[in-house]
């Protein structure tokens, strides 16, 4: 068979999409959520109609029209056959769901009706609907696997009788049913067996014809036994029945006063919710709502934020104030020093003190690496040995102490620089160098510098004020607020707000057990109300009013429910037994049957049952000749599948599986020295396992036509490699005389069909 035309109407997400195909291979692409498996569904639903659960039945239906419409083009045996289908969903009144569904096959030459009443799939494939899902309808990943008993069955039917549906279940079926017509196995029941029961009725009305009047003697002294039987339980049970009476009457009284008290205990319950609800001594204010919590939670947040915010703020004014005041205080010892000249004189000789002293490390560092230098040439001198004079040797240790000498006198200078510029730095105050120039900086510009101190200073003054301000105006809203409901305030707002948050969340748990413990008391009332509802207002209203005995509060009420249950069926019993024993005394007094007349029709009855016999032994042993054939052929079936899939398994995997094994339930396995299930195998080499399965199926299974292969996102799995060699299997096999369909959101399968032959690439 080759699809040349597949137009959908309607169905599923698609309206109005027409695909043009070519036999062999054809590669439809396009991008996830594009439509490619509603397509591929669409195929399934002209040739099979709709699934048969509802569910599966609406995703058919169009979303726009509630319409699944459309139709497939194909050629078939030199003839080319169109076949349409539409299916209606329509939803009552009521919101019931229901499905209309139509299908015709027209000689698209002839545009006439053809193959009336025929299911397109199984008069064109020649399988039904199961065995083109498993064989040649290959869905996305993860769903490759296949089988299965109904696989099986429907297998052995085209097999056995060239029919999927006439299969040898359905006339082993009709031949036991015939069979049980005349015997069930265990020879309870068929026509055989009432006849036998007929046959042994009818001696036994022979022999009781012969002991009619001694049965009429024993049937009368067993009626007189019954009698006085009946009337003692019925005496006993009498007796029973009132006690049971009065414990009905001593349990409504009980379940009465539960009730009454109930009431009572949910209606105190209520009271002290209500007096706990009260609002009066609170100002008004109901302290108990998760409102009002929520408040003062947002209270107590504000006030953590408002503090933190004041005490950064008096932290930073602090800091400013002692700056400034540290910076006036060195200002104040700089300017004792006198004039300005002197001042200067001080500070150039620091300065100058401050770059001999660099140099003077500079000149040490030299003299340090120098020795090192030549201390290091004179040792190698004396480990070369006497390849070196004597002089040479000498160079190097009078170099090398040099050195060492230049780089004391050096170190000895920078130490008095160093001691100038410390005594200079005390005089004035500073620690160091480094805030020594920062007091000279300062000095020089010092009114730029205390203008920026001072306004850094002012700046966290005004802050503080501001943190300042807005703390008092956080604490004034609570205090406020607590003051409202009439809380006790205390010197620290916070522990006020804390001390009222507590206080609230405690009224409020105080209400909550016992709104739970009002709702249980109702609950309780509601229920003995209930169990008091189905007697009448007068019975409660006596049984409230009536004294009982104690001993009812450890009366046994199921076990003399009981006897007076026994006693009844037993006088019930009794009276039944009667009532046949008269029946029988009148029928056995009326009739006094002849056994001569009842012989002829006994020895009848055993002639047909003879005959009948004869009959159901012939059906059995033609069922054990059929199972016997079937039981032959199902044993074929696994051998000749694992063969084909096992060529075609070699074929996929590059020789690396060369057979493999199929069990009746069509799982599969596999053989390396030990029997694995190819579920053990990675997902791509179980996936081409199950495809040379399903080419296996195709090749025994499908004897009419071979129907087109659809791959629906089926080899994602699949390394590139093989990939490969299954695109050039299927090529090979139906590249010509059949037609694959190729649903992918890829490129691969494109760029490798190009080095393989041609092939028909489709975009949708």
Request: hydrophobic residues 40%.
């Given at each position: 068979?080759?699809?040349?035309?597949?137009?959908?109407?309607?169905?599923?997400?698609?309206?109005?999409?027409?695909?043009?195909?070519?036999?062999?291979?054809?590669?439809?692409?396009?991008?996830?959520?594009?439509?490619?498996?509603?397509?591929?569904?669409?195929?399934?639903?002209?040739?099979?109609?709709?699934?048969?659960?509802?569910?599966?039945?609406?995703?058919?239906?169009?979303?726009?029209?509630?319409?699944?419409?459309?139709?497939?083009?194909?050629?078939?045996?030199?003839?080319?056959?169109?076949?349409?289908?539409?299916?209606?969903?329509?939803?009552?009144?009521?919101?019931?769901?229901?499905?209309?569904?139509?299908?015709?096959?027209?000689?698209?030459?002839?545009?006439?009706?053809?193959?009336?009443?025929?299911?397109?799939?199984?008069?064109?494939?020649?399988?039904?609907?199961?065995?083109?899902?498993?064989?040649?309808?290959?869905?996305?990943?993860?769903?490759?696997?296949i089988g299965g008993r109904s696989?099986?069955?429907?297998?052995?039917?085209?097999?056995?009788?060239?029919?999927?549906?006439?299969?040898?279940?359905?006339?082993?079926?009709?031949?036991?049913?015939?069979?049980?017509?005349?015997?069930?196995?265990?020879?309870?029941?068929?026509?055989?067996?009432?006849?036998?029961?007929?046959?042994?009725?009818?001696?036994?009305?022979?022999?009781?014809?012969?002991?009619?009047?001694?049965?009429?003697?024993?049937?009368?002294?067993?009626?007189?036994?019954?009698?006085?039987?009946?009337?003692?339980?019925?005496?006993?049970?009498?007796?029973?029945?009132?006690?049971?009476?009065?414990?009905?009457?001593?349990?409504?009284?009980?379940?009465?006063?539960?009730?009454?008290?109930?009431?009572?205990?949910?209606?105190?319950?209520?009271?002290?919710?209500?007096?706990?609800?009260?609002?009066?001594?609170?100002?008004?204010?109901?302290?108990?709502?998760?409102?009002?919590?929520?408040?003062?939670?947002?209270?107590?947040?504000?006030?953590?934020?408002?503090?933190?915010?004041?005490?950064?703020?008096?932290?930073?004014?602090?800091?400013?104030?002692?700056?400034?005041?540290?910076?006036?205080?060195?200002?104040?010892?700089?300017?004792?020093?006198?004039?300005?000249?002197?001042?200067?004189?001080?500070?150039?000789?620091?300065?100058?003190?401050?770059?001999?002293?660099?140099?003077?490390?500079?000149?040490?560092?030299?003299?340090?690496i120098g020795t090192a230098v030549?201390?290091?040439?004179?040792?190698?001198?004396?480990?070369?040995?006497?390849?070196?004079?004597?002089?040479?040797?000498?160079?190097?240790?009078?170099?090398?102490?040099?050195?060492?000498?230049?780089?004391?006198?050096?170190?000895?200078?920078?130490?008095?620089?160093?001691?100038?510029?410390?005594?200079?730095?005390?005089?004035?105050?500073?620690?160091?160098?480094?805030?020594?120039?920062?007091?000279?900086?300062?000095?020089?510009?010092?009114?730029?510098?205390?203008?920026?101190?001072?306004?850094?200073?002012?700046?966290?003054?005004?802050?503080?004020?501001?943190?300042?301000?807005?703390?008092?105006?956080?604490?004034?809203?609570?205090?406020?607020?607590?003051?409202?409901?009439?809380?006790?305030?205390?010197?620290?707002?916070?522990?006020?707000?804390?001390?009222?948050?507590?206080?609230?969340?405690?009224?409020?748990?105080?209400?909550?057990?016992?709104?739970?413990?009002?709702?249980?008391?109702?609950?309780?009332?509601?229920?003995?109300?209930?169990?008091?509802?189905?007697?009448?207002?007068?019975?409660?209203?006596?049984?409230?009013?009536?004294?009982?005995?104690?001993?009812?509060?450890?009366?046994?009420?199921?076990?003399?429910?009981?006897?007076?249950?026994?006693?009844?069926?037993?006088?019930?019993?009794?009276?039944?037994?009667?009532?046949?024993?008269?029946?029988?005394?009148?029928?056995?007094?009326?009739?006094?049957?002849?056994?001569?007349?009842?012989?002829?029709?006994?020895?009848?009855?055993?002639?047909?049952?003879?005959?009948?016999?004869?009959?159901?032994?012939?059906?059995?042993?033609?069922?054990?000749?059929?199972?016997?054939?079937?039981?032959?052929?199902?044993?074929?079936?696994?051998?000749?599948?694992?063969?084909?899939?096992?060529?075609?398994?070699?074929?996929?995997?590059?020789?690396?599986?060369?057979?493999?094994?199929?069990?009746?339930?069509?799982?599969?396995?596999?053989?390396?020295?030990?029997?694995?299930?190819?579920?053990?195998?990675?997902?791509?080499?179980?996936?081409?396992?199950?495809?040379?399965?399903?080419?296996?199926?195709?090749?025994?299974?499908?004897?009419?036509?071979?129907?087109?292969?659809?791959?629906?996102?089926?080899?994602?799995?699949?390394?590139?490699?093989?990939?490969?060699?299954?695109?050039?299997?299927?090529?090979?096999?139906?590249g010509e005389y059949g037609q694959?369909?190729?649903?992918?959101?890829?490129?691969?399968?494109?760029?490798?069909?190009?080095?393989?032959?041609?092939?028909?690439?489709?975009?949708?």
């Open positions: 068979m080759i699809i040349s035309c597949i137009h959908i109407q309607s169905f599923g997400k698609i309206n109005n999409l027409t695909l043009e195909l070519d036999g062999g291979i054809n590669i439809i692409t396009g991008e996830n959520e594009s439509g490619k498996s509603t397509i591929c569904n669409f195929i399934r639903f002209v040739f099979y109609g709709l699934p048969s659960k509802t569910e599966e039945k609406q995703k058919c239906i169009s979303w726009e029209t509630s319409r699944a419409a459309g139709y497939i083009i194909f050629s078939e045996d030199g003839l080319q056959y169109r076949v349409e289908r539409d299916a209606v969903m329509t939803t009552s009144a009521e919101g019931k769901v229901s499905f209309s569904e139509k299908c015709t096959i027209y000689d698209n030459e002839t545009n006439n009706p053809c193959l009336r009443g025929k299911n397109p799939g199984e008069e064109f494939f020649g399988v039904p609907e199961s065995v083109f899902e498993s064989t040649a309808y290959i869905r996305q990943l993860g769903e490759s696997k696989l099986l069955e429907a297998s052995e039917n085209i097999l056995f009788s060239g029919d999927e549906s006439a299969g040898t279940k359905k006339a082993l079926k009709k031949l036991d049913e015939a069979r049980k017509f005349l015997w069930h196995k265990n020879k309870s029941g068929g026509k055989i067996h009432d006849m036998q029961e007929n046959l042994d009725s009818l001696e036994e009305r022979i022999d009781a014809s012969k002991s009619t009047g001694a049965r009429l003697i024993y049937l009368d002294g067993r009626k007189r036994e019954l009698t006085q039987s009946a009337e003692k339980a019925e005496k006993d049970a009498a007796v029973i029945k009132e006690e049971l009476d009065t414990y009905e009457r001593f349990s409504i009284k009980q379940a009465y006063r539960k009730c009454v008290k109930t009431k009572r205990e949910a209606e105190e319950l209520e009271a002290q919710r209500e007096k706990l609800c009260d609002a009066s001594a609170t100002g008004g204010v109901h302290i108990y709502k998760s409102e009002y919590t929520e408040r003062l939670r947002a209270y107590q947040s504000e006030l953590k934020i408002a503090t933190a915010r004041y005490e950064d703020a008096r932290t930073e004014m602090e800091a400013a104030r002692k700056k400034l005041g540290d910076m006036n205080e060195k200002l104040a010892v700089f300017e004792r020093f006198g004039s300005v000249e002197k001042r200067d004189a001080l500070v150039h000789k620091v300065e100058e003190d401050k770059k001999a002293l660099s140099s003077r490390k500079t000149v040490s560092l030299i003299g340090l030549f201390a290091s040439l004179f040792v190698a001198s004396f480990i070369i040995g006497e390849s070196g004079s004597a002089a040479i040797k000498t160079v190097f240790a009078v170099l090398a102490a040099l050195c060492a000498l230049f780089c004391a006198v050096g170190f000895i200078m920078a130490g008095g620089y160093a001691k100038r510029i410390r005594r200079v730095c005390a005089m004035f105050g500073c620690a160091d160098y480094g805030e020594f120039d920062e007091l000279v900086k300062a000095s020089k510009k010092d009114e730029a510098a205390l203008m920026y101190i001072i306004e850094g200073k002012r700046g966290a003054e005004s802050k503080f004020d501001e943190a300042s301000s807005a703390l008092n105006k956080a604490s004034a809203a609570i205090i406020r607020a607590l003051e409202a409901a009439g809380f006790e305030i205390l010197d620290n707002t916070a522990l006020s707000l804390d001390r009222a948050i507590a206080k609230c969340d405690e009224k409020r748990s105080e209400i909550e057990k016992l709104e739970i413990m009002i709702r249980e008391k109702k609950k309780s009332a509601e229920e003995y109300a209930a169990a008091l509802a189905s007697y009448p207002d007068e019975l409660i209203a006596q049984s409230a009013k009536e004294d009982f005995p104690p001993e009812l509060e450890s009366y046994d009420y199921r076990k003399r429910k009981r006897d007076y249950e026994f006693l009844t069926r037993s006088a019930a019993s009794s009276k039944e037994r009667i009532y046949e024993i008269e029946k029988e005394y009148t029928e056995l007094n009326a009739k006094g049957e002849n056994p001569v007349k009842l012989a002829p029709e006994a020895e009848a009855l055993k002639g047909n049952i003879a005959a009948l016999t004869e009959k159901f032994e012939a059906y059995v042993l033609a069922i054990e000749a059929m199972e016997s054939a079937s039981g032959k052929l199902r044993e074929g079936i696994s051998p000749k599948l694992a063969k084909t899939a096992g060529k075609v398994m070699s074929k996929l995997s590059g020789g690396k599986y060369r057979s493999l094994g199929v069990d009746g339930d069509f799982a599969m396995s596999y053989f390396d020295g030990i029997t694995h299930g190819v579920d053990s195998l990675s997902a791509g080499t179980m996936d081409i396992a199950y495809l040379s399965l399903r080419i296996a199926l195709m090749d025994l299974l499908c004897k009419k036509s071979v129907p087109p292969f659809i791959f629906d996102e089926s080899f994602a799995r699949l390394d590139d490699t093989r990939l490969a060699n299954t695109l050039e299997l299927l090529y090979r096999l139906y694959c369909l190729l649903f992918t959101c890829h490129g691969r399968e494109r760029e490798i069909m190009k080095s393989i032959g041609a092939f028909r690439q489709i975009d949708i």
